[in-house]
């Protein structure tokens, strides 16, 4: 009987330990690791036209215009809207290399000069992909929105993005 009380003593010693050792761990990652992002946390949006030769199309883009915002961009995102997008502002012109790690929507990026003129688009992005999509030339603003909307708008090189970032406001 005295092996049995001492078996189940010894049992329950080395089970709180584990649970000990297992509660510390869960606590340690909580504290000390780094946080996920939350996949539905969105910037503060504003409103965007493009204007091509099809007519003009309204946008609400999410604005990524710290470095923590644009190096997270749209990463997590599993969805989104048709008539939504982010818009990157850089505050320099100068060349811009972008790619889509983590991010597994495919996107068009449209790579914007700083009077609004678009002097790229890289159509239908490759999710997850760690290939570089680059500008081409010197941008100011890259805008990213759902891989496909810029062919069903009828978006070319030379059309306009009118937004309060660029000095086009008519």
């Not at 539905?40 to 883009?61: D, H, I, Q, Y």
Request: one cysteine or more; a negative charge.
């Amino acid at each position: 009987m005295r092996l049995c009380m001492s078996f189940f003593a010894d049992l329950k010693t080395r089970i709180s330990s584990i649970l000990v050792a297992f509660l510390m761990l869960i606590y340690s990652n909580a504290v000390f690791a780094e946080p996920m992002p939350d996949p539905n946390a969105v910037f503060p949006t504003e409103a965007l036209e493009l204007v091509t030769r099809n007519g003009s199309f309204k946008f609400s883009v999410e604005i990524a215009d710290e470095a923590e915002e644009r190096s997270r961009g749209l990463m997590f995102r599993k969805t989104m809207l048709p008539t939504h997008g982010m818009i990157f502002d850089f505050g320099k012109t100068s060349p811009v290399m972008m790619w889509m790690q983590n991010t597994p929507l495919s996107l068009d990026m449209i790579f914007i000069k700083q009077d609004g003129v678009i002097a790229r688009i890289a159509n239908d992005t490759v999710p997850f992909s760690t290939a570089i999509v680059s500008s081409g030339e010197p941008v100011s603003h890259v805008l990213e929105l759902n891989a496909g909307m810029a062919r069903q708008i009828g978006l070319q090189r030379g059309d306009k993005v009118i937004h309060a970032f660029f000095n086009n406001q008519n």
